[in-house]
């Protein structure tokens, strides 16, 4: 092996090392250190940091420390920059304070003297301890640049190692054609439950899969006769028939997957995914369920209806590549393991890795080449598919020449985008077709929908405006991190990103803290949602009993929504952080502007 690849090795330890079992005991005692009885400690701090430089210094340094570290820094970070905030707000205090008793004379005054010493030696404290948490927040900066570059070093070695080209494993290959017998052996090689035998297990998973395929068949013949008698296909698309229709298409697969599956994990006497014949029947059942997935992505009552020329013309062929592509993911989660999506942690030297990673290229490849020739396709998201396929092509190059680690980062890399934007479709597709039903439609269980959230058919649109946009806000939001997440190798950008997300930053003044303000968001929704379902729910329960006039009716629910909407937004400006007492400003001028002549103007507002 060369040299290069026993470097790499260390991104596969089987054991943690030795600088990663010291960073997990610091980062177990970080929370008592760092914020004892709620005051941050900055010496300890210090201490702490102190240790983790020294040990950044280790050549043998892995990923997996890096990463512990990292998290415990930004602890420390987040909690040497709330003591710096504070420390300055409270010296800014004291400076007020001491700024007209600094010339005070103790013999004229000896009471207030008295008093000025103390604020001044507190505020000679404050201004210590500003310095201590400036130091440490420096320091944890630092240390966090410093992390950085040591995993962008560990991430550059990993994607630039060249192992074994196309050429020599297929030299290889008779020896390890030589050796499949026995990984064979040694993957049947089972711990079983007492009282079973590799015999009775056999038989057990033989009667088992039979029983399963015949139930599925079944199943799936006395559907299409009852979908026959409905119409079948040439009958107008139904919602009953959304999932159902590939559901039973498939029973067959998903019933035998599942029944190989249970009779495997109740005769083990360790079960795991990490047994090869527990991966196989997993397999079937995974591979049964991305085919009923496929049908309904690609029926007529799904978001590819949308797409023009798709249906009917297309969708047999872009089924057969997707159901394909599908196949290869099965096998790879089959032959790679657990962690076949996270290809990183998959040794180079794993038996069919390349193998897997050239096919699952190829399979995405053939669904890029094709989409371009549906009419709804044809001059959309080029960028994406060309960017996908030039990716592609170059991790079939760099497989070919040995550089199975940046092939596997590549294909992964588009594999895992590729799922993301299905999911992020179909999301926003099912977000907008519930919206748009209960916005537009006029059956009775829309209107019941309705009358349950709060929302009459007139404003129901504005209504479920502000939820609709904070859910597609939540899913882009999502995606985003997603994607950063899966194309960051060295790990370094989605860190950060988390950091300035959880930790926030200054602007001028103003700390923004983005988790603040997401959770108001939400908090605000909910609330709005909330006060729409009381709001109805106290017209039909009170207000029909006591106030008979429609109109008064309407005039009170009115009010109690625009009193709900203001407590609504003010709890979620809180939430997100924003500092309300500016607000008695624009209070004290609403007041003043009633108080001169608005009265009618809010009369009519309020009676709508």
Sequence with gaps: ??????????????????????????????????????????????????????????????????????????????????????????????????????????????????????????????????????????????????????????????????????LALFSELPQRIKSWPARIRGSVDLILNEGVTPFLLFWLLIIAGSVAAILGLFFRQRFNNWFAAAGGSDAPAQMKYLFPKPLAQYSPLLFEGLALFAVLMLSLNEPSLQFSVVRIAAGIFLYGLGCVVIDWATGPLSPSARVKGLIPDHVAPLRLRLRLFTLTLVASFVVLGTKWLAIRNVDPDVSGRATMIFLVAVSLLSILAYIRRIPGVQGRIRLIRYSGAIALVVGIFSLLLGYQNFAGYLVHGVTRTGLALAVLWILLWV??????????????????????????????????????????????????????????????????????????????????????????????????????????????????????????????????????????????????????????????????????????????????
């Design 1 to 166: 092996m060369t040299e290069g690849s026993s470097t790499i090795h260390r991104f596969y330890p089987r054991w943690p090392s030795i600088p990663t079992l010291l960073a997990l005991v610091l980062f177990a005692a970080t929370p008592s250190l760092a914020q004892e009885d709620s005051v941050f400690d900055p010496i300890a701090a210090s201490g702490q940091l102190d240790q983790l430089r020294d040990q950044l210094g280790v050549e043998t340094v892995d990923s997996q420390f890096l990463t512990t570290a990292r998290s415990m820094v930004a602890i420390l970070d987040g909690a040497a920059a709330v003591c710096l905030q504070e420390a300055t707000t409270e010296r800014e205090r004291l400076e007020t304070r001491f700024e007209p008793l600094k010339d005070v004379d103790a013999d004229v005054a000896p009471a207030v003297f008295d008093q000025r010493n103390e604020i001044r030696k507190l505020l000679d404290e404050v201004i210590a301890r500003q310095a201590q948490c400036n130091s440490t927040k420096d320091y944890t900066q630092e240390l966090l640049t410093r992390i950085s570059a040591r995993q962008n070093q560990l991430s550059q070695q990993y994607l630039s190692n060249r192992g074994k080209s196309v």
């Design 431 to 608: 977000v907008f077709a519930a919206f748009d039903y209960l916005m537009n439609e006029e059956t009775a269980t829309a209107a019941h929908w309705r009358s349950n959230l709060g929302v009459s058919a007139r404003a129901s649109r504005t209504g479920f405006g502000v939820v609709q946009l904070v859910a597609d806000l939540v899913i882009w939001i999502s995606f985003v991190v997603y994607i950063i997440y899966v194309w960051d190798e060295a790990g370094t950008t989605l860190e950060s990103l988390v950091d300035l997300v959880v930790l926030g930053g200054t602007v001028g003044n103003i700390q923004l803290v983005p988790l603040d303000i997401i959770g108001g968001m939400l908090v605000f929704a909910a609330l709005i949602v909330v006060i729409g379902w009381t709001k109805r729910w106290i017209d039909r329960r009170w207000l029909q009993h006591i106030v008979t006039e429609r109109g008064a009716r309407e005039a009170l629910t009115t009010l109690f929504g625009y009193v709900g909407f203001i407590l609504a937004l003010l709890i979620g400006l809180t939430q997100a952080g924003v500092d309300l007492g500016g607000l008695v400003w624009v209070s004290s001028a609403l007041a003043l502007g009633l108080g001169f002549g608005m009265q009618e103007i809010a009369n009519n507002f309020v009676s709508g």
